[in-house]
């Protein structure tokens, strides 16, 4: 399933799920420590941390953002 991750929280990374749950999922859980924003596939166990995706999202929400400005 993926997720973005809201924040972090002590060791906890709090997460969205599509449908706007939330899930909090220990950080021990990924390979690598997540950041807010990042895009992550999770399967109950491990959390992988997909550098491609959140760098997509986050150019994605930097256009509109500045198309916003634009107006």
């Given amino acids: ?5 809201d924040r972090l929280e002590g060791n906890l990374a709090v997460c969205e799920t599509e449908d706007k749950k ?4 220990p950080v021990s859980e990924f390979e690598s420590r997540p950041a807010d924003g990042d895009v992550i596939e999770y399967d109950n ?8 995706e959140t ?3 986050k150019r994605a ?8 400005l634009k107006k």
Wanted: glycine fraction near 0%; hydrophobic fraction near 55%; proline fraction near 0%.
């Fill in 1 to 5: 399933m993926k997720l973005i991750v």
């Fill in 61 to 68: 929400a930097e256009e509109l953002f500045r198309k916003l």
């Fill in 22 to 25: 939330i899930l909090n999922i």
């Fill in 45 to 52: 166990e491990r959390a992988i941390v997909l550098k491609e």
């Fill in 55 to 57: 760098k997509r999202r």
